[in-house]
């Protein structure tokens, strides 16, 4: 398998493999009009297997995304095929707009426009809760 290097754009890595199309999903990258290459089950000697994503285009990805669906990676920036930056993501403290509230009696659901809020409540075991209501994030 030969993917080509990229000159401009971002390099997600050390994704947990199975977790990279939920992660291209929803950083929405199937709307790009640019080469997108998802590289699933990587052999890694620090995991075993990974899912890695390439974007050859130098667009803003949303960290607060990449954090909760895949705590720990590695993001990479490159600019004119050199590496510029390498950024490990964290799970986000507060996620807006990211997942939304199931709770029927939320305010979410009667009120469009509020933002969905979720605070992270429990970093060991990832659990957010709704800023509104308190419902725990499926």
């Known amino acids: 398998m030969n993917i080509d290097s990229i000159?401009?754009?971002?390099?997600?890595?050390?994704?947990?493999?199975?977790?990279?199309m939920k992660l291209y999903e929803l950083l929405g990258l199937d709307k790009l009009d640019c080469?997108?290459?998802?590289?699933?089950?990587?052999?890694?000697?620090?995991?075993?297997?990974?899912?890695?994503?390439?974007i050859d285009a130098d667009i803003?990805?949303?960290f607060d995304i990449i954090g909760y669906i895949?705590?720990?990676?590695?993001v990479n920036i490159i600019k004119g095929g050199k590496l510029i930056e390498k950024k490990s993501i964290e799970l986000p403290e507060t996620l807006i707009d990211v997942i939304k509230c199931k709770n029927p009696r939320c305010i979410t659901s009667t009120e469009q426009e509020l933002k969905h809020i979720f605070?992270?409540?429990?970093?060991?075991?990832?659990?957010?809760?709704?800023?509104?209501c308190d419902t725990k994030a499926e």
């Open 35 to 54: 080469p997108v290459a998802i590289i699933k089950n990587a052999v890694s000697s620090q995991m075993g297997r990974k899912d890695i994503i390439k």
């Open 119 to 132: 605070r992270l409540d429990d970093p060991e075991k990832r659990v957010y809760r709704c800023a509104y």
């Open 7 to 20: 000159k401009n754009g971002t390099v997600i890595d050390h994704i947990p493999a199975g977790r990279g």
């Open 60 to 62: 803003p990805v949303s």
């Open 70 to 74: 895949a705590p720990n990676v590695t």
